[in-house]
């Protein structure tokens, strides 16, 4: 029994798998669907092939359904004008998009095309305008200005908009002469055109500080100056003079504050010649008592050239200071070295203004070495350390640019008056003309790279830069540089560097120590044991084969110097 039941299980497995076999959907290959049949109907989108390129007429040609003539308008269509010689209805007209003028494009494609034939603008507001002018942004000399501004002033006529877009440049900053003509000009010119007031940013003034001389005398009442007759000899009878037309910082205080009430920016040029005349604060009343200036509160940033001629003393300052109540920033260049120079800016700075968050003092412009220290410095040197009194007014700034003499007891005496909580010092920039040591003889007080005293005393101010950084919590850039504008080798001129983390400059062992006490974060970007090739020629000179020519410095060891103390050949 159990044997027929086992083989009738058999057959019936057996009978399944051959089913399964059988069954179409089971096979691994299966069958294609059945043939169309022979007359199949075009679809409704069918497309024909396109024809070739290279046979005549690829696209069918349909003759022309109506006639009309060039000049007639859409709206005569309708009328028996109309040349319509087919009873066929039109054809659809596809409308194209519609074409912009120059007009309709966006304002800012105007202002691109502007900043592209003008040059880009810095916002006078904007703090990186004026931090560190020489590293994040141009100087306020040339960054407003255009030297082709009476041609440019045509491009006014392209369009309305395109008028006000032009003249909001041409008049963002002018430059106008501190003489009463000049003056009585400007004021009946922005009456006549009120408009254009507002569009002015940046106000220069200079004041002359001599005045063509004739023989021949000059009608009464003529107070404009003409030109002497110039012949092919030369200028005829002509001498000059001290000016007698200058206007004073009073009216020029009016003039600004009725006239440019959106005015940011404002620089007075007080002009250099030999014994130049001091301007005028005021004409003085019957008790010769100096009168305040008319106050100017849209005044954000003072620029002073020739700063020996406008402010000799701190009365000066805060006479200046008291007009300008919203004044941050202040920049003064002095055009010549002078002892007055630094003992006047001494003066002032111990009454700085707390307002006052930046500060960019130029007193020696000069980039060049020198054998010794001048006569002129020593003078300073007797009555005073000017570090010092630099460094007290330093500890109340957000940001210090200056160009001159400085030494290590600069960062000294600023760590020591600085509040490591408190403090607001965010970037130093320092130009060294040279490093003012004390005792030190006549041959050994120069500078440049082959004076081996200098490159010590450059050493010792940038260990106590880096020594302020402890208490400085808040310093992002400190840059240290020695400019030589007759350097041998102007890649090698010392400079020292801090920003965004990196290091760059000169470095050896105590200064790499120094970095990685005081701020263990920073690393240098590179660090080069040579200056490149080294060699001796036929006289016994030192001829170096630089591995940077073109390109950045980014390393360069203070030991190296020493090689460059008997001269210099460059191949």
Avoid at 215 to 243: M, N, R
Avoid at 394 to 410: I, K
Avoid at 479 to 507: A, E, H, K, Q, T
Wanted: hydrophobic content about 35%; overall charge neutral.
């Amino acid at each position: 029994m159990s044997i027929d039941r086992d083989e009738d299980e058999d057959e019936g497995t057996a009978t399944v798998e051959l089913a399964a076999i059988m069954t179409t959907t089971s096979t691994p290959v299966t069958p294609g669907p059945t043939s169309p049949p022979l007359e199949q109907p075009k679809p409704n989108d069918f497309v024909p092939p396109t024809r070739p390129s290279s046979t005549p007429f690829p696209n069918a040609q349909q003759g022309q359904t109506d006639i009309r003539c060039l000049t007639c308008q859409p709206d005569c269509f309708g009328s028996d004008d109309c040349m319509v010689t087919s009873p066929i209805s039109q054809p659809t007209v596809v409308e194209q998009n519609p074409v912009l003028t120059l007009a309709q494009l966006p304002a800012e494609i105007h202002e691109c095309i502007l900043d592209h034939i003008f040059g880009y603008r810095v916002s006078t507001t904007s703090p990186s305008s004026l931090n560190i002018p020489s590293v994040n942004a141009r100087s306020w000399s040339t960054a407003l200005r255009h030297s082709r501004r009476k041609e440019l002033s045509n491009l006014a006529l392209v369009c309305p908009l395109w008028r006000d877009l032009i003249q909001q440049r041409l008049y963002r900053h002018i430059k106008l002469k501190a003489t009463v003509h000049c003056s009585n000009d400007v004021m009946a010119f922005f009456v006549r055109h009120p408009h254009l007031r507002t569009y002015v940013k940046h106000i220069e003034i200079w004041f002359p500080v001599f005045q063509p001389k004739f023989l021949h005398p000059v009608a009464p009442g003529d107070t404009s100056l003409a030109l002497p007759t110039v012949s092919p000899e030369g200028i005829a009878s002509a001498t000059y003079a001290l000016p007698t037309d200058n206007s004073t910082l009073e009216e020029v205080f009016y003039l600004v504050s009725m006239q440019f009430p959106e005015a940011r920016v404002m620089t007075l040029e007080g002009g250099e010649r030999k014994k130049a005349p001091r301007v005028k604060f005021s004409f003085s009343g019957p008790a010769l008592v100096t009168r305040d200036l008319p106050e100017i509160p849209s005044i954000r940033t003072l620029i002073v050239k020739g700063q020996w001629n406008i402010i000799r003393q701190p009365k000066d300052w805060e006479t200046i200071s008291r007009a300008l109540p919203n004044l941050e920033e202040w920049h003064g260049t002095y055009a010549k070295p002078k002892s007055k120079s630094y003992l006047s800016m001494a003066s002032t700075l111990e009454c700085l203004d707390p307002k006052i968050t930046s500060l960019n003092l130029c007193l020696e412009c000069d980039y060049r070495r020198e054998m010794t220290c001048p006569p002129y410095y020593l003078k300073v040197c007797e009555q005073l350390h000017w570090c010092e009194k630099l460094a007290k007014a330093a500890s109340n700034l957000e940001h210090l640019s200056y160009t001159g003499r400085v030494c290590h007891a600069f960062f000294d005496v600023l760590a020591k008056y600085s509040n490591p909580r408190t403090t607001r010092l965010k970037t130093i920039d320092l130009t060294v003309k040279n490093c003012c040591r004390q005792n030190a003889q006549w041959n050994e007080s120069g500078s440049g790279i082959t004076d081996m005293h200098f490159i010590a005393a450059f050493e010792q101010l940038v260990l106590g830069g880096i020594r302020a950084l402890e208490r400085l919590k808040s310093v992002e850039l400190l840059r240290i540089r020695y400019v030589d504008l007759d350097s041998p080798v102007p890649p090698l001129n010392p400079y020292f560097m801090i920003r965004d983390g990196w290091c760059s400059g000169v470095w050896s062992e105590e200064i790499v120590a120094e970095i990685n006490r005081v701020r263990p974060d920073i690393r240098f970007e590179e660090m080069v044991e040579s200056f490149g090739e080294v060699g001796y020629n036929k006289e016994g000179r030192l001829v170096i084969n630089p591995d940077f020519p073109k390109s950045r410095v980014l390393s360069l060891k203070l030991a190296n110097y020493a090689m460059l103390s008997g001269g210099i050949s460059i191949v």
